[in-house]
């Protein structure tokens, strides 16, 4: 089954963070769909996108192989989360019509609660206590601020 979510790279999964953002390769997303890495580099090279969603989600650099005896650079593209759904949605097959279809599920998971008026208030009643905690934080800090400075006028 295709892993749909991921955290470290050095422990085979699909996604690893870079500054707190999901990302993965082209070598990556080669290997969990079963495609050959040039076939990905190709997809990727004709995605029809805008110049800003490329340049903004995918980063071709090179990393050194060893095919047999030599050494070869090869290209390699980072991609964002969003690099990978436009490049996956136009997958075909069987591990890409599970990602879809697991895709579109979680999507429509989002949408039920949103449209959940129960779920929703709960969501809100969650950020208000987060509200509320973080001024009775700041209400703590504030008065902690004024003991001390009671105590260095003493």
């Given at each position: 089954m295709l892993a749909i979510v991921g955290h470290d790279y050095q422990n085979d999964s699909l996604w690893y963070s870079v500054y707190g953002k999901a990302t993965t390769t082209s070598l990556k997303v080669a290997e969990v769909f079963g495609k050959k890495h040039f076939h990905v580099l190709r997809d990727i090279e004709n995605l029809d996108c805008s110049e800003d969603f490329r340049a903004s989600n995918?980063?071709?650099t090179e990393i050194e192989v060893q095919a047999g005896?030599?050494?070869?650079?090869?290209?390699v593209y980072h991609m964002t989360r969003d690099g990978f759904v436009f490049l996956a949605m136009g997958f075909n097959g069987k591990r890409a019509a599970q990602f879809k279809e697991k895709y579109i599920e979680a999507f429509n998971k989002m949408e039920q609660t949103?449209?959940?008026?129960?779920?929703?208030?709960?969501?809100?009643?969650h950020l208000e206590v987060l509200e509320m905690a973080?001024?009775?934080?700041?209400?703590t800090l504030y008065c902690r601020g004024q003991t001390e400075r009671r105590d260095t006028h003493i």
């Open positions: 995918f980063g071709l005896t030599v050494k070869r650079k090869s290209p949103l449209n959940d008026p129960v779920a929703l208030r709960m969501r809100l009643s973080g001024t009775v934080f700041r209400s």
